[in-house]
Every structure is written in structure tokens, then in C-alpha cells.
Nanobody
Framework: QVQLVESGGGLVQAGGSLRLSCAQFGGTFRRYTMGWFRQAPGKEREFVAAISWSGGSTDYSNSVKGRFTISRDNAVNLVYLQMNSLKPEDTAAYYC????????????????WGQGTQVTVSS
């Protein structure tokens, strides 16, 4: 059984940076596309970024492109989300997810989900 555990969330001022981490336990990490999603209060969960199993392909939502970077380290079963130039509208619970496909940007494609980590950006 695959388990995902996120860490690194917190409170930061607008313009600041945070790095989220997600550790996978169980399963074969390198077989999964890994993604980050976020959900703000009263809003739908939305795609943020994804990275292919090899790390060779990445996808980003338009709202974070150029500010966030997704990466992974298959040797230690970790995926990261480096978030720079944070804005108040980035405030949300951020979720790590794993998809068995080669590439995935839709939540329905993801089979496993973490519990989430809160990111709050103050203005």
C-alpha cells in the first residue's frame, strides 16, 4: 500500500518562499508520476504541478508557472515543490499525489493522496 506524507507547509509573507516535501512509503516510487494539488476553503481542488517518473517531464498550472518548481529524488522516494514569490492567493492546503500513468494532470488520474499540508501567505 502506498502512503504519502507531506511536510514543509507554514505561514509566510507575500513574496516569500517555501519548499514542500512529500515522502512515499510502500510501492515503487519511480513507477509513479507525482503531482501536487491544492484546495482553498470553499474552492475545488486544483492541479498545481506534476513530474514524470524519470523527472524528465513537468507540467504546471498557469497560475504557478515561473514561480513554482517540482522535482523528485527517486533514490530517497521524495518529491518537492519549491514555491517562490508566494502570493496570498496561493493560500491553500497542498496535497501530494501519485499516479500510475506516464503523465497526469487531472485529479481522477491519481490513485494515492497524502493528508495535505497547509500553506498560508499573508499580505
Amino acid at each position: 500500500q502506498v502512503q504519502l506524507v507531506e511536510s514543509g507547509g507554514g505561514l509566510v509573507q507575500a513574496g516569500g518562499s517555501l519548499r514542500l516535501s512529500c515522502a512515499q512509503f510502500g510501492g515503487t516510487f519511480r513507477r509513479y508520476t507525482m503531482g501536487w494539488f491544492r484546495q482553498a476553503p470553499g474552492k475545488e481542488r486544483e492541479f498545481v504541478a506534476a513530474i514524470s517518473w524519470s523527472g524528465g517531464s513537468t507540467d504546471y498550472s498557469n497560475s504557478v508557472k515561473g514561480r513554482f518548481t517540482i522535482s523528485r529524488d527517486n533514490a530517497v522516494n521524495l518529491v518537492y515543490l519549491q514555491m517562490n514569490s508566494l502570493k496570498p492567493e496561493d493560500t491553500a492546503a497542498y496535497y501530494c499525489a501519485a499516479a500510475p500513468g506516464l503523465r497526469a494532470t487531472q485529479s481522477v488520474e491519481y490513485a494515492y493522496w497524502g493528508q495535505g499540508t497547509q500553506v498560508t501567505v499573508s499580505s
